[in-house]
C-alpha cells in the first residue's frame, strides 16, 4: 500500500485537519447527551408544551442547533470538498472561529433558554448567527466551485437559502423575548420550523444522500429525472410556505406546500431504496436501519402536518409532530454519522505513512449496538409519553437516550483513538 | 496548459497491453467509484486495472485495501488523475 499512501498525499488540500472535524462531531455528540438531559429535567412541563422559554426549548434546541446543525456544518465542509474537486480555504482560522462561536453561542442559547434569562438567549443567539453567517460563505464558496454534482448544488443552495430564513427568523423569535419581535410570532415560528427542519437540514440531508447512499450501497446513481422531480417539488414546497407565511398567497394553499413536500419526500426515500436494494452491498447493518426509521418518522411528519393544517389536531399532542420531525432527522442523521466518522478516520489515516486502517477496523460495534437499542426504545417512549401525557415515561425516555448517546460517544471516541494510534 | 481531450465515453472499459482500462471521467460521483468497484469484481482474472480519473478518488483506496488490492498513480495526461490498480499478492 505504499503507493497507495504516496499519492493520497496530493489530496490533503481537499481534507480539513482531523482534529478540526472531530472537534465539530465531538461537540455534537456533547451537545447531544445535554439533550437528554434537559429532556429529563423537561419531563414535567413537556406533554403540554406548546411553546415558551423553559427545559422544553432548551432540549429541543440542543438536538436542533447542538447536533443537527453542527454535524451538518462539519459533513457538509468535508464532504462537498472531497465529492467536488475543490481545494479548501488556505487557512483554517474560519473553521476554527465558525466552531467556537457556534459552540460557545449554543451553550448560552439553550442555557438562556433552560433558566429563562432573555439576555444570555440573546447573546447566544447572536453568536449563533455570526457562526452561521460565517459558515454559510464557506458553503457558498464550496457550492459555487463545485463541478459535475448538480443535484447536490441545488440541494445545497436551497439549503443555503434556508439558512438565511431560518437565522432571520431566529432572530426574531430570540428578539421577542426582549420585546424586540421582527415579525408575528406564529409567522417567524412557521418559516423557523419549516426552513429549518425541512428546508435547511432537510435539504442538505436529500442533496448528500444522493452521494452518500449509492457509494455505501455501491449501487449506481438514482434516474436524474426522477431526482429532478423530487427537488423540484421540495423547492416548490418551500417557495409556498415562505409566499402563504408571509400572505402573499392564500393560507388554504399551505396544505400544497405539505403535499408538495411530501412527494418529493417520498420520491426521495424511494430512490434511496432502489439504491439501497439494487446496491452490491446488501446487508448495510444497524446503521442503515436507523436512516430507514429516520426516513418513516420524517414521512410521517409531513401527514401530521398536514392533519394539523386541516384543524384535525384534537387527538394529535402539541410536540408528536416535533419529534417526528426532529427525532426523525436525528435518528437519520445518527445512522449515517456511524458510518461516516469511520470512513472519515479512515481517510485522514491514510494520509500518514502507513498502511490506512479500514472503516470497518476502526468502527466498535458494541456501543453502537447498545445505542441502537436505546435510541429507538427512546424515541418510541418519547411518543408514547407525549400521546399519554405521563411524565414518568418522558423521564424514562431521557434515560434510555441518555444511555445511547453515551455509547455512541463511546464509538466516536474509539474510532478517534484507533485512526490516531 | 489545457486539458488533453478525452475520446471514451465515460464509464467505457478496455484492454489494453497494460491492463484492462476504465475511463470514469464525466460520471457524476459515486458513479466513478461505483464503476471501478464493479469492474474489479467482475474481472474473472485479477489483471490490472488503470482508471482514467479528473480527481484523487479518496473513497476509493479503503474499498480497494479491502478486497486486497492497491492503487498506484502513474503519469496521465494533463488534467487527468491516472491510477494503476493491482491485487496484492
Not at chain 2, 488503470?50 to 496521465?76: C, F, K, M
Request: aromatic share 10%; net charge positive; hydrophobic share 60%.
Amino acid at each position: 500500500m505504499a503507493g497507495v499512501n504516496a499519492f493520497l498525499g496530493g489530496a490533503k488540500g481537499r481534507l480539513l485537519p482531523a482534529a478540526l472535524v472531530f472537534r465539530y462531531f465531538a461537540s455534537a455528540l456533547l451537545f447531544h447527551a445535554l439533550a437528554w438531559i434537559a429532556l429529563f429535567f423537561a419531563a414535567p412541563t413537556l406533554p403540554g408544551f406548546v411553546g415558551g422559554l423553559g427545559w422544553p426549548l432548551a432540549a429541543l434546541h440542543l438536538v436542533t442547533l447542538g447536533v443537527l446543525v453542527m454535524t451538518a456544518i462539519a459533513t457538509s465542509l468535508q464532504l462537498l470538498p472531497v465529492a467536488s474537486r475543490q481545494t479548501l480555504v488556505p487557512s483554517h482560522w474560519p473553521y476554527d472561529l465558525v466552531w467556537l462561536a457556534f459552540t460557545i453561542g449554543v451553550a448560552a442559547l439553550c442555557a438562556g433558554m433552560a433558566i429563562a434569562l432573555p439576555a444570555l438567549l440573546g447573546a447566544g443567539a447572536l453568536a449563533v448567527t455570526l457562526a452561521l453567517l460565517l459558515y454559510l460563505f464557506l458553503l457558498a464558496r464550496n457550492l459555487y466551485g463545485a463541478r459535475g454534482m448538480r443535484l447536490v448544488i441545488v440541494h445545497g443552495w436551497a439549503a443555503c437559502l434556508s439558512l438565511l430564513l431560518l437565522v432571520g427568523t431566529g432572530l426574531s423569535l430570540a428578539g421577542a423575548y426582549s420585546a424586540a419581535p421582527v415579525l408575528d410570532r406564529q409567522t417567524a415560528l412557521t418559516l423557523h420550523v419549516t426552513f429549518g427542519g425541512y428546508g435547511f437540514m432537510g435539504m442538505l440531508v436529500m442533496g448528500f444522500s444522493y452521494i452518500l447512499v449509492p457509494m455505501f450501497a455501491l449501487s449506481d446513481n438514482p434516474a436524474p429525472r426522477w431526482s429532478n422531480l423530487s427537488v423540484t417539488l421540495a423547492i416548490v414546497a418551500l417557495a409556498l410556505v415562505l409566499l402563504t407565511a408571509v400572505d402573499v398567497l392564500p393560507p388554504r394553499l399551505f396544505a400544497l406546500a405539505i403535499a408538495a413536500g411530501a412527494v418529493a419526500f417520498l420520491i426521495h426515500v424511494a430512490l434511496m431504496l432502489q439504491a439501497l436494494h439494487n446496491g452490491m452491498r446488501q446487508g448495510l447493518g444497524k446503521s442503515f436501519v436507523l436512516v430507514r426509521l429516520g426516513w418513516a418518522a420524517l414521512a410521517v411528519s409531513f401527514f401530521v402536518a398536514l392533519a394539523w393544517d386541516y384543524q384535525t389536531p384534537s387527538a394529535l399532542p402539541p410536540g408528536l409532530f416535533v419529534v417526528l420531525l426532529i427525532g426523525g432527522l436525528l435518528t437519520l442523521l445518527l445512522g449515517v454519522l456511524s458510518r461516516i466518522v469511520p470512513f472519515l478516520a479512515s481517510m485522514h489515516a491514510a494520509t500518514g505513512m502507513r498502511r490506512p486502517p479500514t472503516p470497518s477496523g476502526l468502527t466498535a460495534q458494541r456501543p453502537l449496538d447498545i445505542h441502537f437499542y436505546s435510541h429507538i426504545a427512546a424515541l418510541v417512549l418519547l411518543l408514547l409519553s407525549l400521546l399519554s401525557g405521563t411524565v414518568w415515561l418522558v423521564r424514562t425516555s431521557a434515560l434510555l437516550g441518555l444511555v445511547g448517546a453515551l455509547a455512541f460517544g463511546v464509538f466516536f471516541v474509539t474510532a478517534w483513538r484507533r485512526m490516531t494510534a | 496548459m489545457t486539458d488533453a481531450p478525452i475520446t471514451r465515453q465515460p464509464g467505457e472499459h478496455w484492454n489494453d497491453a497494460d491492463g484492462v482500462h476504465i475511463e470514469v471521467r464525466g460520471l457524476v460521483p459515486p458513479a466513478p467509484f461505483v464503476q471501478i468497484i464493479r469492474l474489479i469484481e467482475s474481472l474473472p482474472v485479477a489483471s490490472a486495472i488503470i482508471v482514467h480519473h479528473d480527481r484523487d478518488p479518496l473513497p476509493l483506496y479503503d474499498e480497494l485495501a479491502q478486497r486486497g488490492w492497491s492503487a498506484r498513480r502513474i503519469e496521465g495526461d494533463a488534467g487527468e488523475f491516472r491510477l494503476r490498480l493491482a491485487k496484492d499478492f
